[in-house]
């Protein structure tokens, strides 16, 4: 579990794929690790991130339509989807991601005044 808080700080992440071998097996967040270090009978010394982690993860594949991704995250509320093929982790995509393609989607569009 150190280890994955440490993985966050160095690359700035709030989201880290779980896998055993080739096969991704869970996603633990930030919020994931925080809840479970707050846990009364937690010792954080001794847990593996098995312990925090969010299982299954919802996986996609590089080709997986952008809208569908959105859609299922919005749907299930998920922070983020683990992009993989073939049990390969290519990535990961974010809520931030969605909301940085919604800002670049609409920066060209002209917005309507709100309604009086």
């Given at each position: 579990?150190?280890?994955?808080?440490?993985?966050?700080?160095?690359?700035?992440?709030?989201?880290?794929?779980?896998?055993?071998?080739?096969?991704?097996?869970?996603?633990?967040?930030?919020?994931?690790?925080?809840?479970?270090?707050?846990?009364?009978?937690?010792?954080?010394?001794?847990?593996t991130i098995v312990d925090a982690m969010t299982s299954p993860a919802y996986?996609?594949?590089?080709?997986?339509?952008?809208?569908?991704?959105?859609?299922?995250?919005?749907?299930?509320?998920?922070?983020?989807?683990?992009?993989?093929?073939?049990?390969?982790?290519?990535?990961?995509?974010?809520?931030?991601?969605?909301?940085?393609?919604?800002?670049?989607?609409?920066?060209?569009?002209?917005?309507?005044?709100?309604?009086?």
């Amino acid at each position: 579990m150190a280890r994955a808080f440490a993985l966050m700080q160095e690359y700035a992440v709030r989201h880290l794929p779980v896998v055993q071998g080739e096969e991704v097996v869970g996603i633990v967040s930030d919020r994931d690790l925080h809840t479970y270090r707050s846990l009364r009978n937690a010792d954080p010394a001794r847990a593996t991130i098995v312990d925090a982690m969010t299982s299954p993860a919802y996986v996609v594949g590089p080709e997986t339509p952008l809208a569908e991704v959105a859609r299922v995250m919005a749907d299930r509320k998920f922070g983020a989807a683990i992009v993989a093929r073939g049990g390969r982790v290519l990535g990961m995509f974010t809520t931030t991601d969605a909301l940085c393609e919604l800002a670049r989607l609409l920066e060209g569009h002209s917005i309507p005044p709100p309604l009086a």
